[in-house]
């Protein structure tokens, strides 16, 4: 897949995505908008939202990546404070490692490890693992 056609940037939510119960945004409804709103001349797209997002079964998300849709989102709202670039960079590339077809990874340094809470996150490098780079190449 070529990531120079990738698309990514902010974008307009919609009302019919907001939780009112749980005061967040359910990322697979913000996935669907961003979909519909995004032009379909390129291969990934990205979209960044500075608001609280869940998926079904869990509090939160820090992102949410759809392959067969070739559609990733991330949140920035709880990775903020003074690591938030290197923490967006993370949850970013991690997504783009489920559009290319990577799976969750068992190593705890390893990007495409499942970040359940910030620790986890700032634990992780920015690079993937050696398993899962043999997989990408």
Do not use: W
């Not at 960079?89 to 809470?117: A, D, Q, R, W, Y």
């Amino acid at each position: 897949m070529n990531l120079d056609s990738l698309h990514a940037g902010f974008f307009a939510l919609t009302s019919n995505s907001y939780n009112p119960i749980k005061q967040q945004y359910d990322a697979s409804t913000v996935i669907r908008d961003l979909t519909d709103q995004s032009s379909s001349k390129f291969n990934l797209r990205l979209g960044v939202v500075e608001v609280d997002i869940y998926a079904h079964g869990m509090n939160f998300i820090f992102g949410m990546a759809e392959p067969l849709k070739r559609v990733a989102l991330v949140s920035t709202y709880r990775l903020a404070g003074d690591k938030i670039t290197e923490r967006l960079s993370k949850e970013v590339v991690h997504e783009i490692g489920h559009l290319l077809g990577l799976e969750h990874c068992s190593n705890p340094s390893c990007v495409m490890h499942f970040s359940n809470t910030l620790n986890d996150t700032d634990y992780k490098n920015v690079g993937l693992c050696n398993n899962c780079r043999i997989y990408i190449e």
